[in-house]
């Protein structure tokens, strides 16, 4: 089946680690995001990638980067640069046209330590 | 900049009844879309439903409907016959069609609560 793999699920780090979360879609999309989700706040956006090789940045993408070397893939590492890492991470897909739905992966919560 | 605003963050229902959960949005854009999504406990984000802003039928996906006045920029979720798998977080959503990266803006969410 088609659909989006966020992996791990869970994650534990200590302070002053990088941390890399993946995404990998086969629903070949070529939109990706990266969203932050905290109690209270909703979903906000960290980084979004429209093609392979190009990635712009969203609203809070201070002490996150990200890759997309391939369409299928786009990994988010959470530098130690982020002050306030611990929270639920959302990876979505979109197809080309709008108005398409984003479709989300399952989540990964980082928690450090 | 676009922005939601959900002003309930918690709501209660009994089974079988109807509830509406608000949303309200801010835009000067004349062309849009806006989304309710569903995250039950599970945490997997599921689209309910979908209203094109150049449509004035208000959008419908069986027992959920929206009311959308786009005067007052309001996007308000009906469900109806609720069910004890609606309890979940609901947000709404608004995007700006810019072409294949368009972004999401997602209120703060309402949490559901349907008893029996």
């Known amino acids: 089946d088609g659909g989006i793999t966020q992996s791990p699920k869970y994650l534990f780090r200590k302070e002053g680690q990088n941390v890399t979360l993946s995404c990998e879609q086969n629903?070949?999309?070529?939109?990706m995001y990266w969203y932050r989700q905290d109690p209270g706040q909703g979903l906000r956006l960290i980084y979004y990638s429209q093609i392979v090789n190009d990635f712009q940045k969203g609203d809070i993408a201070e002490g996150y980067s990200v890759s997309r070397e391939k369409k299928e893939s786009f990994p988010l590492t959470v530098t130690s640069a982020q002050k306030n890492p611990t929270a639920f991470y959302l990876c979505?897909?979109?197809?080309?046209?709008?108005?398409?739905?984003?479709?989300f992966g399952e989540g990964s919560r980082l928690t450090v330590l | 900049a676009q922005t939601v605003t959900q002003s309930q963050p918690e709501m209660s229902v009994q089974e079988a009844e109807t509830v509406t959960l608000s949303c309200t949005y801010d835009t000067s854009e004349s062309n849009y879309y806006l989304f309710w999504y569903k995250q039950p406990p599970s945490r997997q984000m599921i689209l309910v439903i979908r209203?094109?802003?150049?449509?004035?039928q208000n959008a419908t996906e069986n027992r959920f409907s929206v009311n959308f006045q786009k005067a007052a920029k309001s996007f308000s979720l009906k469900i109806s016959d609720s069910q004890l798998g609606d309890t979940a977080m609901y947000f709404c959503?608004?995007?700006?069609?810019?072409?294949?990266?368009?972004?999401?803006?997602f209120g703060t969410g309402t949490r559901l609560q349907v008893t029996l």
């Open positions: 979505a897909s979109k197809p080309y046209r709008d108005p398409g739905e984003l479709f």
């Open positions: 629903l070949n999309h070529d939109a």
């Open positions: 959503a608004f995007m700006k069609p810019t072409g294949t990266a368009s972004k999401l803006t």
């Open positions: 209203q094109e802003a150049y449509k004035q």
